[in-house]
C-alpha cells in the first residue's frame, strides 16, 4: 500500500459510480461488513495534504456510507481499490474495499 493521493483515489472511486458493487469494511477488528452489494450513486474523497482522509459513498440512491481516518491505499490486480487507516504505530484501524466482484469469504 502506498501513501492516499487524493486525486487518483477519487478519479478510482469513480469507476465504481454508477454501477454495482461489493464493499468490504471494517473499523478496528470489531466491526466489519463484507460483500454488502450495493449500486454507488456518489462518491467522494475529503482531506488535505497527507491526510488522514475520509471517503463518503452514496449507495442506492439513498444511505451512505462514512468511513474516516483512511491514510493509504492500493489497486490489486483484479481491479479493487482497497483503501485504509493506519495509526502512528503502523495498526490497521478501519479499512475500505471496493470491487466489482464479490470479495473471498
Known sequence: ?????????????????????FIHSEATSYVFVRN????ITDAFIAGDGNGPFRVAIRFDGHGWLRMESLT???IDGEGRLLLAGFDDRGRMDVAL??????FSE
Not at 5 to 14: G, H, P, S
Not at 36 to 39: A, I, L, P, T
Not at 97 to 102: A, F, I, V, Y
Open 1 to 21: 500500500m502506498e501513501k492516499i493521493d487524493r486525486i487518483q483515489v477519487e478519479a478510482e472511486l469513480r469507476k465504481f459510480v454508477g454501477g454495482p458493487a
Open 36 to 39: 454488502f452489494k450495493v449500486e
Open 72 to 74: 493509504d491505499y492500493e
Open 97 to 102: 474495499h471496493l470491487g466489482k466482484e464479490p
